[in-house]
C-alpha cells in the first residue's frame, strides 16, 4: 500500500500536513514542516562545511551536509542514509527529503514524508519516475536545470504528468524562480549561448561550482548570468539576480490553474515575497533551511493574516473551523491596532480631541459603509461593536496623551 492514499489532486497529504486549496496555507521549513536536502556526491568538504556553518548559524541543521559529511569511503547513498536518518531522530513531524541523485532514493523511502525533486532533476524523466514510484508525496520544483536554464511551465507539468504516470497522484508543484525572459538589455541572449563559465550562484548560494548540486544548491538562488562582458553589467548584475532568483508568481498561478494541483512558492532565505505568494495562491511558503527567523515570521504571518482576508475557506471539522476563526482574529486585530492608532494621531490633529470632540454624524456614515461589505450583520448590529471599537481608540488615546503631559510635567 502507497504511503500516499492520494484521492483527490487538488489536496496533498504530508504526514500530517494537508496542502491544497481550501485548505490553510503551510509554511515548510518552519514550525510545521522540515525541508532536508540532501549532499550531493561533487559537494567539496568546504562547501559542505559552509553549508554546514549556515545551518547552525540560523539554528536549524537540517541541511545535512556536514552535520553528516562525507568521509572517506561512504557512497552517496550511505551518506543519504545517515544524513535522512539523523534527520528523523531529530523531527519527528513531517519531513520533506530533497534528492541528490538516484542513489539516494532508498534512504528517502525510509525516512522521508515527502521526496523534493530540485530544479535540476525536472527534466530527468527517469529520475521523476522513479522518485514518483517510491509512493510518497512529491514536490517537484521548477526552476533553472543542471545547465542553467530556466526550466518551462510545460516541462514542469511534464514532468507532474510522468509522476501521475507512475500512478503517484500526490503532487505539489513547487515554484523556485528562473526567469524564461531575459531581465536585462545584456543578457538577450538565447539560453543555448551559455557555457558553465556564464553561470554564476546567486550572492547567497554559497560556493561556485559548476556541479549539479551546486547549481542547484539553493532553494531560490538558482543561476544567474553573471553580465561580466557588457559594459553596464554591474548595475545589473545585482537587479538581475534577485528577479531571477524570484519565484515566478505569475507562473506558479498558472500551474496551479492549470493542474489542480497544489502549489508552493519556494522563498529562499528571505520572507519579502510571502504575502505576494499568499495572495498569487500559493497553498504553502517553502523556506531554506538556513532562512533566518525574520524570513520565517514573515511566512507565518503572511500564512496566517493575509490568508484571513484573500484565501476564504470552507471547513467542515470543528478545529478546521476555530483554526480558521483564529486567522480571523489575526487579522482583525492588526487592522484594530492600526486603527487605534490612527484614531490616536486624529485626535492630536483635531482642535478638539478626545470624547470631548467626538463627531457622531462621522461615525454613523463610517458604520452605513461597514454595513455594505458586512450585509450579514448590517447598521444595528454593527453600529454597538463600532461603538465599542471608538470607545476603546478614544479611551487609548485620552491615556497616551495624559501619560505625555505627565511626563513633560516632570
Ligand atoms: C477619529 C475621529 O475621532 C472620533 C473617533 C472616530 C473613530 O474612531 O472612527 C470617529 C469620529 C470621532 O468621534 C474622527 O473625528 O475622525
Redesign the pocket.
Known sequence: MSKTAQLDRDAVRIGDLMIGHGLPVVVIGGENARWLRLPAAGDSPEARYDRSAQSDRSDRSDRAAGAAGKTDGETTGEMAEKAAGEARARWAGPLLVELSSAADLPAVARHADAVVIGPAWAREPGLVRAAARLGLPVILQRGVDQRGRAVTLEEWLAAADDCAAEGNEAIVLCENGGRTEPAGAASHLPPSHLSPSDLAPAPDSGPASDSASDSNSDCNSGAVLALGRAPDATAHAAFDSAFRSAPDLALMRAARERTGRPVLAALGRDGGLAGAAVAAGADGLLLDPAAPPEARAAADEAATVLAALVRPQSPRTLTEARGEIDRVDAALAVLLER?AL??AR??RL?PV?GFQ????E??RR?VAGMARRAPRLGVRRLAPI?NA??EA??HAAEEERARDRDTDGM
Open positions: 486603527r490612527l484614531a486624529i485626535q483635531k480631541g470632540g467626538r463627531d457622531m462621522r461615525e463610517l463600532m471599537v471608538i481608540g478614544l
